[in-house]
């Protein structure tokens, strides 16, 4: 079993940046897909991107955060990251981690929210 942790989250302005951390319990070298997702306030979660392949070989965004958000991983310190950059209130929800590697891991996500 793995367990995500995501990190990072906070309270932002409109237009700020932001980038979340999300560490794995074991190594994450052999997790092909990995990927985040956020729920916001009062909507179903939603997939906002994909990182497939463990040296990032390539990467598909939900057209709300393409150009903005960015998706990575150093396998050597278990770890994947989402930059998010000029970020909307619409942005703000709970963001979590997800790992396919087998089974669909979750952490228990990070609160981001961005307002004035």
């Not at 700020?16 to 951390?21: E, K, W």
């Not at 990182?51 to 278990?78: I, P, Q």
């Amino acid at each position: 079993q793995v367990q995500l942790v995501e990190s990072g989250g906070g309270l932002v302005q409109p237009g700020g940046s932001l980038r979340l951390s999300c560490a794995a319990s074991r190594s994450i070298f052999n997790i092909y897909t990995m990927g985040w997702y956020r729920q916001i306030p009062g909507k179903q979660r939603e997939w906002v991107a994909t990182l497939t392949s463990g040296g990032g070989g390539s990467s598909n965004y939900a057209d709300s955060v393409k150009g903005r958000f960015t998706v990575s991983r150093d396998n050597a310190k278990n770890t994947m990251y989402l930059q998010m950059n000029s970020l909307k209130p619409e942005d703000t929800a709970v963001y979590y981690c997800n790992a396919r590697a087998g089974y669909n891991y979750w952490g228990k996500g990070t609160l981001v929210t961005v307002s004035s």
